[in-house]
């Protein structure tokens, strides 16, 4: 029987997984970790294991007496956060994947899934449909710690043969869990003020556009891809996903169709140099081709659908 673990589960996209995973395999077919318990009621339904991911024992621990078959690794300091403590941000994304790769590689779980990001790439990737295979010289640490990331997990499968699977996700947009720490994340703040009745300040300049994602397709994404045979893998760093694409001030011309008192004015923070050295949108033709994947959200789908959802 399949057993799923997923570590940092009390995130952005843990919570979200959960609730999927939870949905797609059963709830006692999941079983949760973080360093603190989610809020999310239906998070925890499933087992919590009470787990800080940079450490290496404790690690190896769970993973020795959990029996998982498959193991979601989403423990990271985001790239906002990441700039204002480098060493901390490397030293927690990098310890930690390491632990669980040493561990997968000990043979004591069968498949794992690490989160990779738009931020791998940097001011030389061209800007529009970026390519799976490009310049990666991305600015912040985050991106560096990702594309280092991307090239262990490959190292790992061709020296060890560990099956670790990996998507360089866009900005997740869900109604479920807040982000923190992103520079995408002005997004889902946009939504919270739209439907609290508060203008929004945003920290990027209107025109600023980026790659996006409807957290349901992200989570979609995450499970065709562990569910997908070994032999359709070709991309063993991590596979490029398309979504949509919008900037703060197409954003904020369709929330006012749905709410027209809403409105947004501009104050662009450092945060602006990060989301400037990013693409606007990403070419996934590789995981089109590899699994099959096409994003179901288009910008006007995703914006309806979180609007709807946060009402309820
Ligand atoms: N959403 C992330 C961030 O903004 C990118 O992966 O840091």
Not at 86 to 112: H, Q, R, T, Y
Not at 202 to 231: G, I, Q
């Amino acid at each position: 029987m399949e057993k799923h673990l997923v570590i940092g589960a009390s995130g952005q996209l843990g919570i979200e997984l959960t609730l999927g995973m939870q949905a797609r395999y059963g709830i006692d077919a999941v079983v949760v970790s973080d360093i603190r318990q989610s809020t999310d009621l239906d998070v925890n339904r499933s087992e919590f294991i009470l787990l800080d991911a940079s450490d290496a024992h404790a690690v190896r621990k769970v993973l020795a007496e959990g029996k998982f078959t498959h193991v979601y690794h989403l423990v990271a300091m985001l790239s906002a956060r990441g700039e204002q403590n480098p060493l901390d941000a490397w030293d927690l994304n990098m310890k930690s994947l390491i632990n669980v790769l040493e561990c997968a590689k000990d043979g004591l779980f069968e498949k794992m899934f690490w989160p990779s990001s738009i931020a791998v790439f940097g001011p030389n990737a061209p800007k529009t449909q970026t390519p799976q295979n490009t310049f990666c010289d991305p600015t912040t640490v985050y991106g560096v710690s990702k594309v280092a990331g991307e090239l262990w997990a490959k190292y790992y499968f061709e020296h060890y043969g560990v099956d670790v699977r990996s998507i360089r996700y866009p900005g997740l947009i869900g109604h479920r869990s807040q982000p923190g720490g992103g520079t995408t994340d002005y997004a889902v703040e946009a939504f919270y003020c739209a439907l609290e009745d508060k203008p929004f300040e945003c920290y990027l300049e209107h025109y600023e556009t980026l790659p996006m994602m409807h957290m349901e397709d992200a989570v979609r994404a995450t499970l065709e891809l562990m569910e997908t045979s070994k032999e359709n893998i070709t991309v063993r760093t991590s596979y490029n996903l398309a979504g949509c694409s919008f900037s703060p001030s197409e954003l904020n011309s369709e929330i006012v169709k749905i709410i027209p008192e809403f409105s947004t004015s501009y104050k662009p923070d450092l945060r602006q140099q990060i989301a400037a050295s990013w693409p606007d949108s990403i070419n996934d033709e590789a995981a089109r081709s590899d699994w099959g994947w096409s994003a179901k959200y288009n910008t006007t789908g995703l914006i309806k659908a979180m609007l709807q959802a946060l009402k309820v």
